[in-house]
C-alpha cells in the first residue's frame, strides 16, 4: 500500500504498556489521564500543512425538488478551490448503511430531510469555505412533508416518501391464540405509548482528514464505529478500489451508535480527489444535529390479558418505528423492537406487528438500545398497570412472569444461561431505600437551589424497570472480528503487539485487548497498535459485542501464538513435554516446574498469528410468525428509581438509581461499572430530558442549549450488584455490558414519577407539562 504524502500533525500513535493487569483486574486506561488533562487528540485536533477545510450545503427544507444549483459566485469567492454537487460524484451516487445504497451523496431530484447534503465546498480556511457556501444558489420547489408515521403503515404507496415506498419493514410474531385467550381473561389492561427521537450526543462532533495519497487512493483519519463497512460505502461512491483507501481510527469523542452511518468520509475524500491536497472537515455542534442518525420515535400499542393473580395470558402489541428519509439501521431495529416486543416474561400467546417506516422526519438508525429501548418502556409500563389491576406490587407481578433457563422469547428462542430473572428482582428489592427527604438542604431538592421550593408540595415515588437486550448482531448475520498479535523481543524484554480494527470509541476496548493478551500469553509489556484496515474486519463497536467479538478474537490469536511459542520451546529444549504452560514470563512444566524464561526460548524468532473469531450461527426471523433462533446472546438489567417530584412545578429529581445486572464474568470492574453508569445516565435522560422536538419535519432545538442531556447535578448515586453467571458459548463467559442498562433505568424513573404523582404518563421524557396539566 502507498504510503500518504505527509502524516498528519496529530495522528493517532501506537498506544504503548496499557496498563498492567489481565482478565479480572482493572488496569486503568492509557487514554483517561490526557483525556482529563485535555491532551488527547480527537479527530477534530488533526492537522497537516497545506491542508484546506471542508464545508457542507444543507437542506433547510423537510422535502424540496431542486429545480436548480448555480455554484457560480461560490467558486469566485477568493480562497475557494472546489464547489463539487452530485454532478461530481465519481462514483456511485448513493450510499448505505448495511449495503441498503439508498442514501444520496450529494441529493439530487429530491430532498427528503432537513440537513441533506447538497454541495460541498473546500477553502483555505474554515470561515471562507462557509461564506462561499452561504453563496451557492438553490432554487427550491418545497413540497408538503410526510411526518405522520401511522398515515404511512395506512397506505405506504401514497405516502411514499422514497422510492422504496413508505414501509421499510413489517415484522409479525405470532404465538399461540390471542382471541382465544383474550376471552378466558380475569383482567385486561392496555395502553398508547410514545417515545420521542434521542440524539447520542456525542460531545465530540464529526471530523476527520482525508489525504490524496500517491497512489490516486486515500488516505483517511476518521472518527468512526465500523472502518470496513465505511470502507464498503466509500470504495464504489469514489470510484477507487478498496485497496486504494487507508483507514486509521482517529480520537473518537463518543458514538452510541450515532457514527455507524457514514458523515464526512464520503465528503472528504470528493474534496481531496479533487483538490489534490489534503483536506479536514469539523462539523460545529449545529451541524453535527443533522450529520447523524438518531434514536427512532416510536409509537406503541398494548393490550395484555391476565389472570386474578397477575399471571400473563396474552399479548396483543403493534410498534410503530419512525425511521426518517433513509433506511439506515431500521430494517434490524424493527426486528429488535419484534423479538423483544414483550420482555424477559412468559406470555403463552403474542400477536406483536412491528413497522418501521419512512417518513421526511430526521433520519433515525442505531443507538444504544437499538430497537429495545423502546418497546422496553411500553411492556414495562404494561407491568405496572397489570400489578395494578391485580392489586399486587410492581415487583410480584414481574416475579411470577419472569422467564427462567429454558424458557422462551416471543419469537420461540429459548433462554440459555442467564441469571434467573426473579432471583435479580429478590436481589434489587432487598437493597437498601436511600434516606428520607431533607428538605434543609436545597440542592437536594427538585429545583435545586433555584428555591423553587423548600419542601412544600414534593412527593416521593418508586419504581422499578426490567430490561433484556440482545448482543452481538443478530438474524443469521455472519459476525465476526479478527486480531493479529505479535510476540517478540524489544529491547531485551518479551512484548505483545495487538492488532485489530476494532474502534476504541470510549468504552475501554484496547484496555481490555491489553488485559487479554496478558491473561493468554503471560506477558506485562503489552501494546496497542493504532486501528486501521490494514488488518481484517473487526465488526462495530456497537451492539455490545467488542468485548465479546474483538475479546474473542484476540484470546484466539493470542492462543495461536502461545502454542507456536510452547512448540518452539519444545523444540530448543529438546523433548515433548506436553504439559507446558506460559506464566509470569516463564514457559513451565506442570511435571518438571520452571524450564525457561520466554526470553530464553524466544531469542530472534518473531511470533505472529491472524485468527478470526465466529460466534455461534442465529437465524432470521420468520417474516410470519417471527419465530427463529435470531439472537447470539441475551443480557438482563434491572433497575430501581427513587425520585422526588415536585407536583405543583412537575420538576424531578432522580434520588437514587440501584441496578441488578447479569454480566457473565467480570473483565474490568473500573470499566464495567462505569458502563453500568453510563448506560443508566442515557436511560434517565430519555426519561426526563433528552428528546429532538420535531414540527413538520424541522428540528425546532438542534444545540446543547436547547437539547438537554444530563450532567453530574443531575445522575444520582447508585448501588450496583453485579452477577456472574457465565455463558459457555462466550469467551471467558462474558455478556455484553453497555446496553441492558439504558433499557430498564427509562421505565424505572417514569414509574416512580407514576407512584409520586398517580399520572398514567404514557410519553417520555416526561416533561414538566405532563405533571402539572396532568396529561398523560
Same mark, same amino acid.
Given at each position: 500500500?502507498?504510503?500518504?504524502?505527509?502524516?498528519?500533525?496529530?495522528?493517532?500513535?501506537?498506544?504503548?504498556?496499557?496498563?498492567?493487569?489481565?482478565?479480572?483486574?482493572?488496569?486503568?486506561?492509557?487514554?483517561?489521564?490526557?483525556?482529563?488533562?485535555?491532551?488527547? *487528540?480527537?479527530?477534530?485536533?488533526?492537522?497537516?500543512?497545506?491542508?484546506?477545510?471542508?464545508?457542507?450545503?444543507?437542506?433547510?427544507?423537510?422535502?424540496?425538488?431542486?429545480?436548480?444549483?448555480?455554484?457560480?459566485?461560490?467558486?469566485?469567492?477568493?480562497?475557494?478551490?472546489?464547489?463539487?454537487?452530485?454532478?461530481?460524484?465519481?462514483?456511485?451516487?448513493?450510499?448505505?448503511?448495511?449495503?441498503?445504497?439508498?442514501?444520496?451523496?450529494?441529493?439530487?431530484?429530491?430532498?427528503?430531510?432537513?440537513?441533506?447534503?447538497?454541495?460541498?465546498?473546500?477553502?483555505?480556511?474554515?470561515?471562507?469555505?462557509?461564506?462561499?457556501?452561504?453563496?451557492?444558489?438553490?432554487?427550491?420547489?418545497?413540497?408538503?412533508?410526510?411526518?405522520?408515521?401511522?398515515?404511512? !403503515?395506512?397506505?405506504?404507496?401514497?405516502?411514499?416518501?422514497?422510492?422504496?415506498?413508505?414501509?421499510?419493514?413489517?415484522?409479525?410474531?405470532?404465538?399461540g391464540d390471542v382471541e382465544q385467550a383474550?376471552?378466558?381473561?380475569?383482567?385486561?389492561?392496555?395502553?398508547?405509548?410514545?417515545?420521542?427521537?434521542?440524539?447520542?450526543?456525542?460531545?465530540?462532533?464529526?471530523?476527520?482528514?482525508?489525504?490524496?495519497?500517491?497512489?490516486?487512493?486515500?488516505?483517511?483519519?476518521?472518527?468512526?464505529?465500523?472502518?470496513?463497512?465505511?470502507?464498503?460505502?466509500?470504495?464504489?461512491?469514489?470510484?477507487?478500489?478498496?485497496?486504494?483507501?487507508?483507514?486509521?481510527?482517529?480520537?473518537?469523542?463518543?458514538?452510541?451508535?450515532?457514527?455507524?452511518?457514514?458523515?464526512?468520509?464520503?465528503?472528504?475524500?470528493?474534496?481531496?480527489?479533487?483538490?489534490?491536497?489534503?483536506?479536514?472537515?469539523?462539523?460545529?455542534?449545529?451541524?453535527?444535529?443533522?450529520?447523524?442518525?438518531?434514536?427512532?420515535?416510536?409509537?406503541?400499542?398494548?393490550?395484555?390479558?391476565?389472570?386474578?393473580?397477575?399471571?400473563?395470558?396474552?399479548?396483543?402489541?403493534?410498534?410503530?418505528?419512525?425511521?426518517?428519509?433513509?433506511?439506515?439501521?431500521?430494517?434490524?431495529?424493527?426486528?429488535?423492537?419484534?423479538?423483544?416486543?414483550?420482555?424477559?416474561?412468559?406470555?403463552?400467546? !403474542?400477536?406483536?406487528?412491528?413497522?418501521?417506516?419512512?417518513?421526511?422526519?430526521?433520519?433515525?438508525?442505531?443507538?444504544?438500545?437499538?430497537?429495545?429501548?423502546?418497546a422496553c418502556f411500553a411492556y414495562e409500563?404494561?407491568?405496572?398497570?397489570?400489578?395494578?389491576?391485580?392489586?399486587?406490587?410492581?415487583?410480584?407481578?414481574?416475579?411470577?412472569?419472569?422467564?427462567?433457563?429454558?424458557?422462551?422469547? *416471543?419469537?420461540?428462542?429459548?433462554?440459555?444461561?442467564?441469571?434467573?430473572?426473579?432471583?435479580?428482582?429478590?436481589?434489587?428489592?432487598?437493597?437498601?431505600?436511600?434516606?428520607?427527604?431533607? *428538605?434543609?438542604?436545597?440542592?437536594?431538592?427538585?429545583?435545586?437551589?433555584?428555591?423553587?421550593?423548600?419542601?412544600?408540595?414534593?412527593?416521593?415515588?418508586?419504581?422499578?424497570?426490567?430490561?433484556?437486550?440482545?448482543?452481538?448482531?443478530?438474524?443469521?448475520?455472519?459476525?465476526?472480528?479478527?486480531?493479529?498479535?505479535?510476540?517478540?523481543?524489544?529491547?531485551?524484554?518479551?512484548?505483545?503487539?495487538?492488532?485489530?480494527?476494532?474502534?476504541?470509541?470510549?468504552?475501554?476496548?484496547?484496555?481490555?485487548?491489553?488485559?487479554?493478551?496478558?491473561?493468554?500469553?503471560?506477558?506485562?509489556?503489552?501494546?496497542?497498535?493504532?486501528?486501521?484496515?490494514?488488518?481484517?474486519?473487526?465488526?462495530?463497536?456497537?451492539?455490545?459485542?467488542?468485548?465479546?467479538?474483538?475479546?474473542?478474537?484476540?484470546?484466539?490469536?493470542?492462543?495461536?501464538?502461545?502454542?507456536?511459542?510452547?512448540?518452539?520451546?519444545?523444540?530448543?529444549?529438546?523433548?515433548?513435554?506436553?504439559?507446558?504452560?506460559?506464566?509470569?514470563?516463564?514457559?513451565?512444566?506442570?511435571?518438571?516446574?520452571?524450564?525457561?524464561?520466554?526470553?530464553?526460548?524466544?531469542?530472534?524468532?518473531?511470533?505472529?498469528?491472524?485468527?478470526?473469531?465466529?460466534?455461534?450461527?442465529?437465524?432470521?426471523?420468520?417474516?410470519?410468525?417471527?419465530?427463529?433462533?435470531?439472537?447470539?446472546?441475551?443480557?438482563?438489567?434491572?433497575?430501581?428509581?427513587?425520585?422526588d417530584v415536585d407536583v405543583e412545578l412537575?420538576?424531578?429529581?432522580?434520588?437514587?438509581?440501584?441496578?441488578?445486572?447479569?454480566?457473565?464474568?467480570?473483565?474490568?470492574?473500573?470499566?464495567?461499572?462505569?458502563?453500568?453508569?453510563?448506560?443508566?445516565?442515557?436511560?434517565?435522560?430519555?426519561?426526563?430530558?433528552?428528546?429532538?422536538?420535531?414540527?413538520?419535519?424541522?428540528?425546532?432545538?438542534?444545540?446543547?442549549?436547547?437539547?438537554?442531556?444530563?450532567?453530574?447535578?443531575?445522575?444520582?448515586?447508585?448501588?450496583?450488584?453485579?452477577?456472574?453467571?457465565?455463558?459457555?458459548?462466550?469467551?471467558?463467559?462474558?455478556?455484553?455490558?453497555?446496553?441492558?442498562?439504558?433499557?430498564?433505568?427509562?421505565? *424505572?424513573?417514569?414509574?416512580?414519577?407514576?407512584?409520586?404523582?398517580?399520572?398514567?404518563?404514557?410519553?417520555?421524557?416526561?416533561?414538566?407539562?405532563?405533571?402539572?396539566?396532568?396529561?398523560?
Amino acid at each position: 500500500m502507498a504510503a500518504p504524502i505527509n502524516a498528519p500533525v496529530r495522528a493517532p500513535g501506537q498506544v504503548a504498556a496499557v496498563g498492567r493487569g489481565g482478565v479480572g483486574d482493572s488496569p486503568l486506561r492509557p487514554d483517561g489521564a490526557q483525556k482529563v488533562a485535555g491532551e488527547f *487528540a480527537y479527530s477534530s485536533d488533526l492537522w497537516m500543512d497545506g491542508m484546506l477545510w471542508g464545508a457542507t450545503l444543507r437542506s433547510p427544507h423537510a422535502r424540496a425538488r431542486i429545480v436548480s444549483i448555480d455554484i457560480g459566485p461560490a467558486l469566485a469567492t477568493p480562497g475557494v478551490h472546489a464547489v463539487l454537487t452530485h454532478e461530481d460524484v465519481p462514483g456511485r451516487k448513493v450510499y448505505g448503511l448495511d449495503m441498503t445504497w439508498d442514501q444520496p451523496v450529494l441529493a439530487f431530484g429530491e430532498v427528503r430531510h432537513q440537513g441533506e447534503p447538497v454541495a460541498l465546498v473546500a477553502a483555505d480556511h474554515p470561515e471562507i469555505a462557509r461564506r462561499a457556501m452561504e453563496r451557492i444558489g438553490v432554487e427550491w420547489e418545497v413540497l408538503e412533508p410526510i411526518t405522520d408515521a401511522r398515515a404511512v !403503515i395506512a397506505d405506504p404507496e401514497r405516502n411514499r416518501v422514497q422510492e422504496r415506498g413508505g414501509l421499510a419493514r413489517h415484522q409479525p410474531v405470532r404465538v399461540g391464540d390471542v382471541e382465544q385467550a383474550r376471552a378466558a381473561a380475569a383482567v385486561v389492561v392496555s395502553g398508547d405509548f410514545q417515545v420521542g427521537i434521542q440524539d447520542q450526543a456525542f460531545l465530540g462532533p464529526e471530523s476527520g482528514l482525508a489525504v490524496p495519497g500517491e497512489d490516486g487512493g486515500l488516505d483517511l483519519y476518521v472518527s468512526t464505529q465500523w472502518m470496513h463497512n465505511d470502507l464498503k460505502q466509500l470504495a464504489p461512491c469514489l470510484g477507487l478500489d478498496e485497496s486504494q483507501i487507508r483507514m486509521t481510527l482517529a480520537g473518537v469523542g463518543g458514538a452510541f451508535g450515532g457514527r455507524e452511518d457514514l458523515s464526512m468520509q464520503i465528503h472528504a475524500g470528493m474534496l481531496a480527489l479533487h483538490t489534490g491536497k489534503p483536506i479536514k472537515m469539523s462539523y460545529n455542534r449545529f451541524e453535527s444535529f443533522f450529520g447523524h442518525v438518531h434514536r427512532h420515535p416510536a409509537e406503541m400499542r398494548y393490550e395484555y390479558g391476565a389472570t386474578e393473580d397477575g399471571r400473563l395470558l396474552y399479548a396483543d402489541v403493534e410498534i410503530v418505528l419512525d425511521g426518517g428519509a433513509y433506511t439506515s439501521a431500521t430494517l434490524n431495529v424493527t426486528g429488535n423492537a419484534a423479538s423483544l416486543g414483550v420482555g424477559p416474561y412468559e406470555i403463552p400467546n !403474542i400477536r406483536i406487528d412491528a413497522y418501521g417506516v419512512y417518513t421526511n422526519n430526521p433520519p433515525c438508525g442505531a443507538m444504544r438500545g437499538f430497537g429495545a429501548v423502546q418497546a422496553c418502556f411500553a411492556y414495562e409500563s404494561m407491568m405496572d398497570k397489570v400489578a395494578a389491576a391485580c392489586g399486587i406490587s410492581p415487583v410480584e407481578v414481574r416475579r411470577r412472569n419472569a422467564v427462567s433457563q429454558g424458557s422462551k422469547l *416471543a419469537t420461540g428462542q429459548v433462554i440459555r444461561s442467564p441469571a434467573p430473572l426473579a432471583g435479580m428482582l429478590d436481589r434489587l428489592e432487598a437493597m437498601p431505600m436511600p434516606p428520607a427527604l431533607d *428538605a434543609s438542604d436545597l440542592r437536594d431538592l427538585p429545583g435545586g437551589v433555584s428555591q423553587t421550593t423548600h419542601g412544600e408540595g414534593v412527593v416521593r415515588g418508586v419504581g422499578y424497570g426490567v430490561g433484556i437486550k440482545n448482543i452481538c448482531f443478530s438474524e443469521g448475520f455472519d459476525d465476526y472480528s479478527t486480531a493479529r498479535v505479535r510476540l517478540e523481543l524489544v529491547g531485551g524484554e518479551p512484548s505483545v503487539l495487538v492488532h485489530t480494527a476494532a474502534a476504541e470509541v470510549g468504552q475501554g476496548l484496547v484496555t481490555l485487548e491489553a488485559q487479554i493478551a496478558r491473561t493468554e500469553l503471560g506477558v506485562e509489556r503489552v501494546a496497542i497498535h493504532p486501528a486501521d484496515n490494514r488488518v481484517g474486519d473487526a465488526g462495530s463497536s456497537s451492539a455490545s459485542r467488542q468485548s465479546y467479538m474483538t475479546g474473542g478474537a484476540v484470546k484466539t490469536a493470542c492462543e495461536a501464538v502461545r502454542a507456536e511459542l510452547l512448540a518452539l520451546a519444545e523444540r530448543r529444549l529438546g523433548r515433548a513435554f506436553g504439559d507446558l504452560i506460559v506464566t509470569g514470563g516463564k514457559i513451565v512444566s506442570r511435571s518438571a516446574g520452571v524450564l525457561a524464561s520466554i526470553e530464553e526460548i524466544l531469542g530472534d524468532e518473531v511470533i505472529e498469528e491472524t485468527r478470526e473469531y465466529h460466534h455461534r450461527p442465529t437465524t432470521g426471523m420468520d417474516p410470519v410468525t417471527g419465530q427463529g433462533d435470531s439472537h447470539t446472546q441475551l443480557a438482563l438489567c434491572v433497575h430501581r428509581a427513587v425520585v422526588d417530584v415536585d407536583v405543583e412545578l412537575g420538576l424531578v429529581k432522580v434520588v437514587e438509581l440501584a441496578a441488578v445486572q447479569d454480566v457473565g464474568k467480570i473483565i474490568n470492574r473500573l470499566s464495567l461499572e462505569g458502563q453500568i453508569h453510563g448506560g443508566t445516565a442515557q436511560g434517565l435522560g430519555l426519561a426526563v430530558m433528552e428528546e429532538i422536538v420535531v414540527t413538520d419535519g424541522l428540528v425546532r432545538n438542534p444545540s446543547f442549549t436547547d437539547y438537554l442531556i444530563p450532567t453530574i447535578l443531575d445522575m444520582p448515586p447508585m448501588r450496583l450488584d453485579i452477577l456472574e453467571n457465565p455463558d459457555p458459548d462466550a469467551p471467558y463467559g462474558l455478556r455484553g455490558a453497555g446496553e441492558p442498562p439504558t433499557l430498564s433505568s427509562t421505565p *424505572a424513573i417514569a414509574a416512580a414519577i407514576r407512584d409520586a404523582t398517580g399520572l398514567a404518563l404514557t410519553r417520555v421524557p416526561v416533561r414538566p407539562e405532563h405533571i402539572t396539566r396532568a396529561a398523560p
